[in-house]
RNA sequence: CGGGGCGUAGCUCAGCUUGGUAGAGCGCCUGGUUUGGGACCAGGAGGCCGCAGGUUCGAAUCCUGUCGCCCCGACCA
């Protein structure tokens, strides 16, 4: 029976907005909290995020970095070290005032008026200055260079508009830091770890990103300079999904980070910081799910295949669930992208389809149908995640077996494709104001209605003028999203806007 | 932080204009019939109607305030 139902509603094209929420409830990876714009990672989004912590942070070691944890709470003090850095992060820090609480008048807590703290701590919104304090420590000689930290960590940020996985007002990330004995080191340190995140991205994530360096105006507080990973959504939306920024002296002039290079000179180390988040996860979402929900690029899926026995009307049930779970065994000990194919056998007492469903709507890459009639021709019934769900086919068990780590990689590159082509597909150059306009202009919606999907990426001249930028930005909320990296593929040319020559063109778009 | 919308059962929502004992569908529990695909029958559990004040004999409903969520903007990973 096809049924044209969807397993998310709205669809994409009917309410954006909502289907991302909605999927992520389907999906069972997070949900709101208690805590304004603070949300609770589930256990299937939890176990996304690890498997990309885990593949990151082998990247991050392979390249000779080391983990290390530094301190919430950041005395207020360093946060005003560096003057630009105070500038964007100022408005949005906590700040922690008391020790300890005692009876309210009315009843309840208050904060003790004699537990003022002496120095109030802000929680880290990033931890570039307290991580430069220890630096500083730890920097005497050109010897100790270069030093290569990475730490795991959650970090605040108190935004006015939150929306989960994409912008809360706490994150999960990493931050790399980094120190140097030259500007051309930290600068090649900046732009490997930017390489490390664009080969993360397209070989784990199956998402399709830009490189770039970002316009002034876009620039990390405090950065030199600012690149970037920009991936396109299926609203045509640029999401930033990675940053890698050349400090430049600026921190070790904040934080004092000095060591004596070989010829006995006292001079300021150069550094970098680069940090990925949970907004991965969002970006996964909206790059790759579909009306049906979720759908898991195979290298980070928490389960690859789902074995679903079908044993309510078998003679012996216990010989199919043991058929299963010998199948689940033998599979597990195929390796796909570095670790064992996970497996799980979903022995629930619910109906079939509700089962199966259940692991389309949570993006499963490969889904098992075993029944008796399987069992008997030594097969396995399969769906898979990047087909439609009605589409499913008999394998011969060894054969699956052999295919598995092959097919998960199928599926791995067949999503990857899809993404690329849509982002193909609405990558425009543009040469007129006129287009560039039309091209960013939404069609008309009914009041209340969310903004329909409409322009995507536009690689237009720009002349490096702020003022073009800032108006565009006022005029239709586009931004330069990036600049790509060397003369592009493009001859010089004009800027539409202001009619000033412009070496190259650069990526324009509506932003997360 | 500005404009708009919404907070009623786990989820989606009705009821509110015109105040008078809290509703539906889905989900959940029990039993049964089912089952190669998002079942059916019967029974059942579940709500201080976001929170706090006010008006009233009486408030989910009217008024004020507040908190939260969503959309659009400004700002940001």
């Known amino acids: 029976m096809a049924t044209p139902r969807t397993a998310i509603s709205p669809t994409r094209e009917e309410n954006y907005p909502e289907w991302y929420q909605q999927v992520i409830r389907a999906a069972d990876l ?35 970095h080391r983990n290390a944890y530094f301190p919430l709470f950041i005395p207020l003090s360093f946060l005003e070290k560096e003057a630009e850095h105070v500038e964007g992060f100022a408005k949005e820090c906590a700040v922690v005032t008391h020790h300890r609480l005692i009876p309210g008048e009315h009843g309840g807590l208050v904060p003790d008026p004699d537990a003022r703290l002496d120095e109030p701590l802000i929680v880290r919104p990033t931890s570039e200055t307290i991580i430069g304090a220890m630096f500083a420590k730890w920097v005497q000689s ?71 360096r970002k316009s002034p105006g876009e620039r990390f507080p405090g950065a030199v300079e600012t690149f970037c ?24 002039r904040a934080s004092d980070i000095q060591f004596l290079d ?90 079939g389809g509700e089962k199966s469903w259940s692991w389309v709507r949570r993006g499963c890459p490969i889904r098992l149908e075993i029944g008796p009639r399987d069992i008997a021709q030594d097969a396995v019934f399969m769906g898979r995640r990047d087909r439609p769900a009605s589409e499913k086919v008999a ?13 998960l990689e ?66 239709l909320g586009v931004t330069i999203r990036c600049i790509p990296p060397g003369g592009g593929d493009d001859e010089p040319g004009t800027c539409p806007f202001s009619g000033r020559p412009s070496p190259k063109r650069v990526v324009w778009a509506k932003s997360y």
């Open 30 to 64: 997070a949900e709101n909290s208690p805590v304004r714009g603070c949300m609770v990672i589930k256990p299937w989004g939890y176990a996304i995020w690890e498997n990309i912590q885990r593949s990151l942070d082998a990247r991050f070691k392979a390249t000779g």
């Open 142 to 212: 050109y010897r100790d260079l270069p030093l290569l930290i990475n730490q795991w960590a959650n970090v605040v940020r108190w935004e006015m508009r939150t929306r989960i996985f994409l912008r809360t007002a706490e994150f999960l990330w990493q931050e790399g830091h980094t120190a140097h004995a030259t500007a051309d080191e930290a600068m090649a340190e900046t732009m490997q770890m930017l390489d490390v995140y664009a080969d993360f991205a397209r070989t784990e994530m199956a998402l399709p990103v830009l490189t770039g």
């Open 262 to 351: 070989e010829h006995g000179q006292r001079v300021h180390a150069w550094t970098t910081s680069w940090g990925v988040s949970t907004r991965l996860i969002g970006g996964l979402i909206m790059a790759h799910a579909d009306d049906d929900g979720l759908v898991l690029p195979p290298r980070l899926a928490p389960a690859h295949v789902v074995i679903l026995p079908v044993a309510f009307k078998a003679e012996n049930p216990q010989h199919v669930y043991d058929w299963c779970h010998a199948l689940a065994a033998d599979l597990r000990r195929v390796q796909y992208g570095g670790r064992p194919v996970e497996v799980e056998v979903d022995e629930r007492d619910i109906r």
């Open 410 to 475: 199928e599926i791995q590159s067949a999503i990857a494709q899809r993404a690329l082509a849509f982002r193909e597909e609405h990558t425009v150059r543009i040469d007129s104001a006129e287009d560039f306009r039309a091209f960013f202009t939404p069609p008309e919606a009914p009041d209340g209605a969310p903004t329909p999907i409409h322009g995507g990426f536009a690689l237009a001249h720009w002349s490096g003028d702020a003022e073009v930028e800032r108006r565009l930005n006022e005029d």
């Open 229 to 252: 990973i920009e991936a396109m959504m299926q609203d045509r939306k640029a999401l930033q999904a990675g940053t890698s920024h050349f400090l430049g002296q600026n921190f070790a």
């Open 395 to 407: 394998v011969p068990r060894a054969e699956f077996i052999d295919r598995v780590a092959g097919i």
